[in-house]
């Protein structure tokens, strides 16, 4: 695989990081995962945006014009011959040449790395057919979730709790109401309306969330923002989640219980339809 490292394009194993850059020891960096399908970046414009935005919060320059990181995405897929896949981007404050709490001086250049993963067939993957089950955990995660840094130790523990209950995935609740999932925007639906949780610095800003709830109101569905409980989740229509690389993925079962009849809901596969057309439509 050929990798990006600052301005090099090199095979994976050639590319070097320094042990006192800031994103090693720290988790003081960003970064974003745009998917590919069919050679084509999605959403590419939303994750420009909230990568800025995401560096701004850190008090971080952004190393690259729009138009340069689509330069750079486009030429790893091409290398690397990616159909369906994802590209990974991260930045992160560099390597201040030791370690200390304090930020470095703000001219040090950032580190940037991006990889792309190829996933054949992502946009038919079969779980969206049988829906994914999920537990909850509590959410007991830092209060800038709506940074999207590199510190995700408590979304992989997450992650693993699900993996042990044997389930897809873990919805985080914290004082009694459903956050998000450990990668991925959480919603219920109840007759024609689609419930997910409003933004603030709880929740990450889902590009994702954004799009289909755009789409959800042109497709004359009411979409409420608020906070729900699992309970409420559990006795709901419908439940589903959103993510770049997930896309709109029914979930049929919370804590043991069935959502609604327990298989894959009618709005979520509508959803899912309509994000993907849209979505290939506007790929670049
Ligand atoms: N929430 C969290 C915690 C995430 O990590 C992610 C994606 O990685 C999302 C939500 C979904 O965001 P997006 O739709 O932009 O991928």
Redesign the pocket.
Known sequence: RTVYVNGDYLPEHEARISVFDRGFLMADGVY??TSVLDGKLI?FA??CT?LARSLTELEMTNPHSDDEWLAIHRALVAQNGIADGMVYLQVTRGNPGDRDFAYPAADLPPTVVLFTQAKPGLADSPAAKTGWKVISVPDV?WGR?DI?TVQ?LY?SMAKMAAKKAGVDDAW?VEDGFVT??????AYIVKGNKIITRALSHD?????????VLRFAVEAQMEVEERNFTIAEAQSADEAF??????FVMPVVEVDGTAIGNGTVGRVATRMREIYLDEMRKAAV
């Open positions: 974003e995962v959403d939303g994750h909230r995660r979730r999207k995700l979304p985080l998000e999932g450990t990668s991925n925007n929740i990450l800003h889902g590009i994702t969330r954004a799009a989640i959103t993510s770049a690389s997930a």
